[in-house]
């Protein structure tokens, strides 16, 4: 019997993107919009990411995600020796690293976060916090760089990592009210809620003070600033991935604004770009 490996690799990446779809509308229409063997690269990327996060996220027990979580080490493990588990996964990223010139160390670094997510503390400070960041999101950028930076002439992986952890910190300022509540869970650093006299007792109850206010403005333009220092290094990248990259990170700063068009309220509602206003983000990119 003949298989068909084009259509069997069609599939795999059918299977990726499909992912992409269910789980991150913006990532996907940003990225959609690169040559098809970059988007599905990306697809195939953004899949092992959502599988790394669903081996802590589906498991209620630090046990259980460190069974799953070693299971995906393991698999990578293989992967990396050429000896890859048979399924879509895996066969689209063997695909992507025959197309494009991977480096296989921040899936290793994906893998480490979402290991510092399993033994999760408070962080301590802002420093502490970027660190987790770094692994758990500024491993994606590094991830992306072979595919949407191939041509560059400067070393463009502190830049992605900064992409990825200015992201986190947005995931993080949109997210306070339901991962405490959640999760039990508190992001914001330690220091940071002692020098604006913001209490766990405060954020149990959800008050947004001035303080709370002050804290995360503090947060957010630092976040602002990353994705500003990213944009400067826009040129560096791919012509036909500046495009994508750029309306993704903007349309993602957007959800800084969205919180605080909602008076701040990132307790009690989701926080969201709307479709008119990423519309208007992603023409900004183009301009």
């Not at 048979?86 to 670094?109: K, S, T």
């Not at 991830?143 to 900064?162: C, F, H, Q, T, Y």
């Not at 949109?174 to 220091?191: A, F, H, M, S």
């Amino acid at each position: 019997m003949v298989i068909d490996r084009s259509s069997t690799i069609a599939s795999d990446y059918a299977y990726c993107e499909k992912i992409i779809k269910r789980h991150s509308k913006s990532f996907y229409y940003a990225f959609s919009n690169l040559p098809k063997d970059k988007a599905r690269a990306v697809y195939a990327i953004y899949a092992f990411c959502r599988t790394a996060d669903d081996s802590v996220d589906e498991n209620n027990t630090s046990g259980l995600q460190l069974i799953a979580l070693d299971r995906l080490t393991d698999e990578l493990n293989h992967f990396a020796k050429g000896q890859e588990v048979d399924h879509p996964l895996w066969r689209a990223l063997r695909d992507v690293f025959n197309r494009f010139d991977m480096d296989i160390q921040p899936f290793y670094e994906q893998l480490t976060g979402q290991r510092m997510d399993i033994h999760f503390i408070s962080p301590s400070n802002l420093s502490s916090l970027e660190t987790y960041s770094k692994y758990v999101a500024g491993s994606v950028g590094k991830m992306l760089l072979p595919i949407i930076a191939s041509n560059a002439k400067m070393d463009l992986n502190r830049v992605a990592e900064e992409l990825g952890i200015a992201m986190q910190l947005t995931n993080i300022l949109r997210d306070v009210g339901e991962d405490y509540r959640d999760k039990g869970r508190i992001y914001l650093p330690q220091e940071e809620m002692e020098r604006y006299k913001y209490s766990e007792v405060f954020l149990s109850e959800g008050q947004i003070t001035k303080n709370f206010v002050a804290m995360w403005e503090y947060l957010a333009k630092r976040a602002e600033n990353l994705y500003d220092n990213f944009t400067q290094h826009i040129g560096e990248f791919d012509e036909d991935s500046r495009f994508p990259v750029l309306s993704s990170a903007h349309v993602y700063q957007g959800i800084l604004n969205s919180v605080r068009k909602s008076g701040y309220d990132c307790f009690n509602q989701k926080n969201y770009v709307s479709a008119v206003e990423m519309a208007k983000l992603v023409a900004r990119a183009s301009m």
